[in-house]
């Protein structure tokens, strides 16, 4: 299984601010996820964030309100752009190790004052 | 498209009791994953148990087992002998093929209270 470092575990933001998530994970992995949880909701997929190119959104998700950098087989960032009190969320990403080991971050809370 | 449905919103357990938390699934595909999740109010996802498609034997990990039933797409979560620290959100998910991605998709999700 692999460790997942991410950052920061929570932050209190003003409207119309950005904030940018880290997530740092101990070994190369092939395929990297971004999550949203909404209060009270199941998780959504953001994007799976692509090594050397641009990240594949689903749909609802822009790349212009939630830009997604992974320079490299270990790290990406999550960028929420612009935000409001709609993307008080709980933010994680997610790696996929071997055939079936999926690893969570631990999570960022986000609250948009 | 993938679906996995969770109908169960609240499940209460008395400790020490066995309790099943319901998941089925929507797919055309014929290899896929299935998942299932603890969710503390800490928020951090703890991975359970795994089944594959092809798997012919139900998994099983500790106190967990999965009721594998691929005819009627189901796949429940069995929790033996429960214990106040099993509270949790449980959630249920299924992985989509490699070539479309490989993402997890998740079901709604059923909130577990154990009594004392």
């Known amino acids: 299984s692999a460790v997942i470092s991410q950052k920061p575990s929570r932050d209190i933001c003003q409207r119309g601010t950005s904030l940018t998530i880290q997530c740092q994970v101990d070994?190369?992995?092939?395929?990297m996820f971004w999550y949203r949880q909404q209060p009270g909701q199941s998780l959504t997929l953001i994007a799976t964030?692509?090594?050397?190119?641009?990240?594949?959104?689903e749909s609802g998700f822009v790349i212009d309100k939630f830009p997604i950098s992974r320079p490299n087989l270990t790290f990406s960032t999550l960028t929420v752009s612009n935000m409001s009190p709609e993307d008080s969320s709980i933010y994680l990403c997610?790696?996929?190790?071997?055939?079936?080991?999926?690893?969570f971050g631990s999570g960022t809370r986000l609250t948009v004052v | 498209a993938q679906k996995i449905t969770q109908t169960q919103p609240g499940m209460f357990v008395q400790e020490k009791e066995a309790v099943t938390l319901d998941c089925t699934y929507d797919?055309?595909?014929?290899?896929?994953?299935l998942f299932w999740y603890k969710q503390p109010s800490s928020g951090e996802m703890i991975f359970l148990i795994y089944?594959?498609?092809?798997?012919?034997q139900n998994a099983t990990e500790g106190r967990y087992s999965l009721n594998f039933q691929k005819a009627r797409k189901s796949a429940n979560l069995v929790i033996s002998a429960s214990q106040l620290g099993d509270s949790a959100m449980y959630f249920c998910?299924?992985?989509?093929?490699?070539?479309?991605?490989?993402?997890?998709?998740f079901g709604q999700g059923t909130e577990l209270s154990v009594k004392p």
């Open positions: 997610s790696v996929l190790i071997g055939t079936y080991g999926y690893t």
């Open positions: 070994s190369q992995v092939t395929m």
């Open positions: 964030a692509n090594q050397g190119s641009e990240a594949t959104y």
């Open positions: 797919t055309s595909d014929q290899s896929y994953g």
């Open positions: 089944q594959g498609s092809y798997d012919e």
């Open positions: 998910a299924m992985r989509e093929p490699y070539n479309q991605g490989g993402k997890l998709i």
